[in-house]
T-cell receptor, first 113, second 114 residues
Framework: DGGITQSPKYLFRKEGQNVTLSCEQN?????MYWYRQDPGQGLRLIYY???????QKGDIAEGYSVSREKKESFPLTVTSAQKNPTAFYLC????????????FGEGSRLTVL | DQQVKQNSPSLSVQEGRISILNCDYT??????FLWYKKYPAEGPTFLIS?????DKNEDGRFTVFLNKSAKHLSLHIVPSQPGDSAVYFC?????????????FGAGTQVVVTP
């Protein structure tokens, strides 16, 4: 079945540690996105990518990094520079040429202890 | 600066009645609008969309209305069912934006009571 897979679903880390969240899609979508959800704040865009080896900062990119070495994969690294990393992270993708909707993964809950 | 706003954080409605969720936007370049439904600890799922060339789109119990002059859209759910209890997000994008950025509202928590 086609879809977006995020892992891990739950992750705990100590302060000062970097952590990488995985996002893989087999929908052959061009564009991939990372959003962060905090209570009462909706979905805020962290990074997005339209093509391999190219990506753009979203509204809240500070303390995060991404790579897009393959069309199917768009991992997000939450670095120790991110001041408040505890959140629910959502990966999404879309086929830009079709102008359609975003498809989301199941999300990853990161908790910093 | 939030370009998509959902000013009602929560809505309680009785089963069988109509749920009306509102969304306002500020960017006049937005021409494609979507509604998503989200359960806790899950990713949002797409519900319905509308292009700016239309003012209404219907899909089963869900209808979205778009008022371009007021920069306002609404989602109607009729009749509301207990399974509709979720957070609903409004999203918008400018199709001229080749990067495909979607902007989301803060969401409205809908609770459908028996």
């Amino acid at each position: 079945d086609g879809g977006i897979t995020q892992s891990p679903k739950y992750l705990f880390r100590k302060e000062g540690q970097n952590v990488t969240l995985s996002c893989e899609q087999n929908l052959n979508h061009d564009a991939m996105y990372w959003y962060r959800q905090d209570p009462g704040q909706g979905l805020r865009l962290i990074y997005y990518s339209q093509i391999v080896n190219d990506f753009q900062k979203g509204d809240i990119a500070e303390g995060y990094s991404v790579s897009r070495e393959k069309k199917e994969s768009f991992p997000l690294t939450v670095t120790s520079a991110q001041k408040n990393p505890t959140a629910f992270y959502l990966c999404a993708s879309t086929l830009l040429s079709r102008g359609g909707e975003l498809f989301f993964g199941e999300g990853s809950r990161l908790t910093v202890l | 600066d939030q370009q998509v706003k959902q000013n009602s954080p929560s809505l309680s409605v009785q089963e069988g009645r109509i749920s009306i969720l509102n969304c306002d936007y500020t960017n006049s370049m937005f021409d494609y609008f979507l509604w998503y439904k989200k359960y806790p600890a899950e990713g949002p799922t797409f519900l319905i969309s509308i292009s700016s060339i239309k003012d209404k789109n219907e899909d089963g119990r869900f209808t979205v209305f778009l008022n371009k002059s007021a920069k306002h859209l609404s989602l109607h759910i009729v009749p509301s069912q207990p399974g509709d209890s979720a957070v609903y997000f409004c999203a918008a994008r400018a199709t001229t934006d080749s990067w495909g950025k979607f902007q989301f509202g803060a969401g409205t928590q809908v609770v459908v009571t028996p």
